[in-house]
């Protein structure tokens, strides 16, 4: 199930990452990266504010650059592989679907679709290796370990408008 597309205002936000090249399919690449993630948090005495996001800093189909983090009350200073920063506050366009990750390829398609339908432009700019953003994420509200049924995952696919 999908929710209707919609415009929303969001409120800047600190985060920490794990930052990574990825070529789809990367599934099995996730449970090590959320680990890594996690492992940091734990070390570093940090809490998550909210849900696990995947951000897609650049996207040239099948090759993505992604961050794997989490929002944190704080900014911090990150090292190593991982990576610290402050998602942009402004107006996004946002979508949330309820079922199986194997169909967010498509529920990124009707975000993106949509959007182009009702005339909003992506604060985005193409360049030679791929479509850059200035924040585009998947949020995941809870996962298969909290929801044993697919049809009750919910994930919101935002990206961020120009102003």
Known sequence: ML?????????????????????LPFDAEIPAI???????LH???LQPAGPVFFKHNVVDMPRLEMEFGVPLEHPVDADGDFTSGVLPAGRYAEITYFGPYDDLIAVNGVLIGWARH??????????????WFAHR???YHNSPDEELDSRNLR???TIKLKD
Do not use: C, M
Request: proline share 6%.
């Open 34 to 40: 959320l680990d890594r993630l996690f492992s940091y």
């Open 155 to 157: 994930t919101t696919v």
């Open 118 to 131: 009702a005339g909003l432009a992506f604060d985005s700019r193409q360049q030679a290796d791929g479509e």
């Open 137 to 139: 994420s998947e949020i």
């Open 3 to 23: 929710t209707l597309p919609e415009v929303v205002e969001r409120p800047a936000t600190p985060y920490l990452a794990l930052k990574k090249q990825v070529t």
């Open 43 to 45: 070390t570093n005495g």
